[in-house]
């Protein structure tokens, strides 16, 4: 009996460290597993804590971008409006600029016409005048040339085309002296120390100042000078020429 309740003993004994054991042993892997849990907490958390930083600051920055958006769209707005005033504001001037302009162009280009038309207008006048004076002139080359022809050189017709016109040159001539007064002419006789009278000179000056045109028509119409206006003025022109070289006058000249 002795041995049985020792065998037993020691059966028991050896349960109860197995049991120890095995206590210990769920202990053990219980610890290892609740620091591993403990372990996957802290770990979650630290990665919650990380993700939920990194959201807020994503949260924080499409927050920051979208109020600088907006900021853009409101100063572009802003500027929208602003531009739609100004434009407002200086339609009238620009279209009044731009009428002015206009006016001006077309105002310069009817100006242009104009010249133009009145150059091209001068143009032909002063074209067809010349065109007018040429065939006037031609004719009248061929006119005159057939008149030295038929009066037998240029001499000839020379006196003949001043014929024509000797009225025309008498009546000249006599308004050369028609504003002398003769009745009314005083001559303050004195006497001359030439030899000649006052009377005389006055009368040989107006004797001189006759023969240049009474000697064309006298070549052309045949007019012969009075003889005593000749003898006056041939006489009075060898006095003044012997005068001016001292040599005495020719003989049959007559004095005055």
């Known amino acids: 009996e002795a041995s049985v309740k020792d065998a037993e003993r020691a059966m028991r004994v050896k349960v109860a460290e197995a049991d120890a054991t095995a206590i210990d042993g769920e202990n053990q892997a219980s610890a290892r597993i609740a620091a591993s849990q403990a372990e996957l907490a802290t770990k979650r958390a630290e990665a919650y804590e990380k993700g939920e930083g990194r959201k807020k600051q994503a949260e924080a920055m499409v927050m ?33 600029k731009a009428k002015v302009l206009v006016d001006a162009e077309a105002s310069a280009e009817r100006r242009r ?26 004719r009248k080359g061929e006119g005159l040339k057939a008149i030295v022809e038929a ?9 003949m085309m001043l014929l024509e016109h000797l009225d025309n040159l008498a009546e000249a ?6 504003g002398i007064k003769f009745d009314k002419v005083v001559v303050w006789e004195n006497g001359g120390g030439n030899g000649k009278s006052n009377t005389a000179d006055f009368i040989s000056g107006v004797a001189r100042s006759l023969p240049p045109m009474l000697q064309v028509m006298k070549d052309i119409g045949g007019v012969e000078l009075p003889e005593a206006l000749v003898k006056l003025n041939t006489a009075d022109s060898e006095k003044e ?7 005495p006058p020719k003989e049959g000249a007559k004095t005055s």
């Open 64 to 96: 920051e971008m979208q109020n600088r958006a907006l900021a853009k769209a409101a100063l572009a707005e802003l500027e929208k409006v602003e531009a739609e005033q100004r434009a407002k504001l200086e339609a009238p001037a620009r279209a009044q």
């Open 113 to 138: 016409i104009e010249a133009q038309a009145e150059a091209d207008a001068i143009f032909l006048k002063l074209e067809a005048e010349a065109k007018g004076n040429y065939e006037i002139l031609a």
């Open 151 to 159: 009066c037998g050189g240029s001499k000839e017709a020379f006196q």
């Open 173 to 178: 001539s006599a308004k050369a002296i028609s």
């Open 241 to 247: 020429a012997h005068a001016s070289n001292g040599a």
